[in-house]
């Protein structure tokens, strides 16, 4: 047993890659997770607007059975116009109206632009009638308006030319 000699081990595999190659792909991965996190959170920032609206938008929906419907659609009008000032500059929105409002819904509708015509009566004569007037609104109109509205927040474009 004297004479027996200890096994030696040899040493253990190194875990780092042999070749410079393994590492430029691990930094080019790197980079590339870096890059999707960055566009993820820039993408999740830019619609905080969107998701403020849909959170107000659901808001009315759940008021609308109990809810006066003139004040129910202004306060879509007003909805659409406070989200419109949030995402483009003040000296291209705030003096919009009418038709020329509803070109502006219709430029930046995106997949939404199927809403723009039930938008456009909303636009064009809610904001310009007395309540009595938009107390006579169908309930078909205002659950097409508000479905509208809906579809546009959801869908609207804003590609960050208009310098915003």
């Known amino acids: 047993m004297n ?5 030696v ?6 875990w780092m890659p042999q070749t410079v190659g393994w590492l430029v792909v691990g930094v080019v991965l790197f980079a590339g997770v870096l890059w999707l996190a960055w566009t993820a959170v820039r993408r999740w920032y830019a619609n905080r607007f ?9 808001a009315l929906q759940q008021t609308a059975d109990s809810a006066e419907r003139a004040t129910l659609l202004l306060s879509l009008a007003e909805l659409l ?16 109206s009418g038709p020329a409002w509803g070109d502006f819904l219709r430029t930046h509708a995106g997949g939404a ?15 310009y009638r007395g ?24 869908g609207y474009r804003h590609d960050g030319h208009d310098g915003h």
């Not at 081990?9 to 190194?14: A, D, L, R």
């Not at 632009?113 to 904001?127: C, F, S």
């Not at 309540?131 to 959801?154: F, H, K, N, S």
């Open 50 to 58: 969107r998701r403020a609206a849909l959170r107000e938008l659901t």
């Open 131 to 154: 309540a009595a007037t938009l107390a006579q609104w169908p309930e078909a109109q205002l659950r097409a308006t508000l479905g509208a509205c809906r579809v546009w927040i959801a």
């Open 3 to 7: 004479e027996l000699i200890d096994i």
């Open 81 to 96: 116009k406070r989200l419109a000032l949030a995402q483009w500059p003040r000296h291209s929105v705030a003096a919009l």
């Open 9 to 14: 081990t040899p040493t253990p595999p190194s």
């Open 113 to 127: 632009g199927d809403a723009v015509p039930a938008l456009a009566a909303l636009i064009d004569d809610a904001e």
